[in-house]
């Protein structure tokens, strides 16, 4: 069964499943296809069985600022539902996916009854603390936020268009492109598939203590 795919549903009895799958819908998009704009509201939280899915703010201007990015087996747009709000955000579909939307208004009266309240609770809470953490990087400067983000959020490395991670971490392409240049002659990161991964902890972690320092003996 498909919905066994998602997080909040793995192990879960096969009848409360069935009963549940009764009010799901299961769509193909594809790549850069809307999934819901900000400021929609409609009755449905959604799951991803394959794909990926990015949720995006826009500016003034109507540039894109990437926010949140899911993968396989996560959920999105609960908190909106939970809330009784209209979507705070955008979703597009970063690959050709498979999405579910279920029908929170049926699905609500399980919210209170375990697993589904502990994952819940656990899920919201990582994303909530995620947003958070990742907003203190502003205050950073632009080695410092990569370093951090490598560190505490490497799922946003992986597979992402660097123009986006780029947006997303406030610096221009071209000065991510030259910081992750300099930690892969270091020898502390390596691309692989597309993707970003850390091959030495250790000294990510001293560059960290590093660039302080610096900063702290521009600063005297």
């Avoid at 579909?93 to 699905?107: A, L, M």
């Amino acid at each position: 069964m498909k919905l066994k795919k998602l997080s909040l549903f793995f192990n879960i009895d096969d009848k409360l499943l069935k009963e549940i799958s009764t009010y799901c819908t299961f769509k193909k998009y594809l790549k850069n296809e809307i999934i819901f704009f900000e400021g929609e509201k409609d009755k449905y939280f959604y799951g991803i069985i394959q794909g990926q899915v990015l949720m995006y703010d826009t500016d003034l201007k109507g540039n894109i600022i990437p926010k949140n990015q899911f993968g396989c087996g996560d959920i999105f747009g609960l908190i909106s539902q939970i809330q009784n709000r209209a979507y705070c955000l955008s979703a597009v579909s970063e690959s050709e996916s498979e999405i579910v939307k279920i029908d929170y208004s049926k699905f609500q009266k399980h919210i209170s009854t375990p697993p589904f309240s502990d994952r819940i609770i656990k899920m919201l809470s990582n994303q909530i603390m995620q947003e958070i953490e990742f907003n203190k990087l502003q205050k950073f400067d632009a080695t410092k936020r990569v370093i951090f983000t490598l560190l505490n959020f490497p799922q946003k490395f992986i597979k992402k268009k660097k123009y986006l991670l780029a947006k997303e971490l406030n610096m221009s392409a071209e000065t991510l492109s030259r910081i992750l240049s300099r930690l892969k002659n270091e020898g502390i990161i390596c691309y692989c598939e597309k993707s970003i991964k850390v091959t030495n902890y250790e000294k990510l972690k001293s560059l960290i203590i590093e660039t302080y320092l610096q900063n702290n003996q521009r600063n005297r």
